[in-house]
């Protein structure tokens, strides 16, 4: 069946700019996870889905980022007023159930690379 | 604090040489851990868990609880395991993998 998708794949916007990075979980994934990966670093958590609830935002760098998700179907990520430190390969992830103590496994997406100038 | 450390950024090794891929991790309760591998173009995938104590590809890897360590090995290396991995800690009760840098692994011919 199809993977995690996501969209665009690459996405190069002005300094200041508000940009929308788009994730497709695998159907019937209940958890759905954001990461950031700067050149030459690992992941970076930033929020998980549990549905369409959110219970760990801590991994969002500050308030210019947020995301949303529908359901248990599509989710968001949203940066407004970009800044160049921004610039990094956003994954998105998903998994049948919440991982802890389940032996779940996550799913990754290809990524969105994001520039910003 | 959660943290995984991969000491070496790059490791070039000849085919057919034993290859070892270290992680180590601090963390004060019983965390899970895992290897993920990311080949040429492709997304990130899931290599192996400590839980399943199974061997994917050749590679296998100890959780020593002592030295907090889950390094990755294979015995004999073959060119197709040319690629980045990452060692991952998912503490008790968490939601969250914490990941490591990562390892670039060169196979040469």
């Known amino acids: 069946g199809a993977g995690v998708s996501q969209s665009p794949s690459n996405k190069v916007t002005e300094k200041g700019k508000d940009v929308e990075l788009r994730c497709d979980p695998i159907?019937?994934?209940?958890?759905l996870y954001w990461y950031r990966q700067r050149l030459g670093q690992g992941l970076e958590f930033l929020i998980y889905f549990q549905g369409n609830s959110a219970p760990d935002k801590s991994g969002l760098p500050s308030d210019r980022f947020s995301a949303e998700r529908t359901g248990e179907s599509v989710s968001t990520l949203t940066i407004q007023r970009t800044q160049q430190e921004d610039s990094a390969v956003y994954l998105c992830?998903?998994?049948?159930?919440?991982?802890?103590?389940?032996?779940?496994?996550?799913?990754f997406g290809p990524g969105t690379r994001l520039l910003v100038l | 604090a959660q943290r995984v450390t991969q000491p070496e950024k790059l490791l070039s090794v000849f085919k057919g040489a034993p290859v070892e891929l270290k992680c180590n991790y601090s963390y004060s309760g019983s965390p899970e851990l895992f290897w993920y591998v990311q080949y040429s173009r492709q997304r990130l995938q899931l290599l192996l868990r400590?839980?399943s104590r199974e061997s994917i590809k050749g590679f296998t890897a100890d959780l020593n609880k002592g030295e907090t360590s889950f390094h990755l090995k294979k015995p004999f290396a073959q060119e197709e395991d040319s690629a980045m991995y990452y060692c991952a800690l998912l503490g008790e009760g968490a939601q969250k993998l914490v990941f490591g840098q990562g390892t670039r692994l060169t196979i040469n011919p």
């Open positions: 400590h839980i």
């Open positions: 159907s019937g994934h209940t958890a």
């Open positions: 992830a998903s998994s049948l159930a919440i991982l802890a103590g389940g032996g779940e496994t996550q799913y």
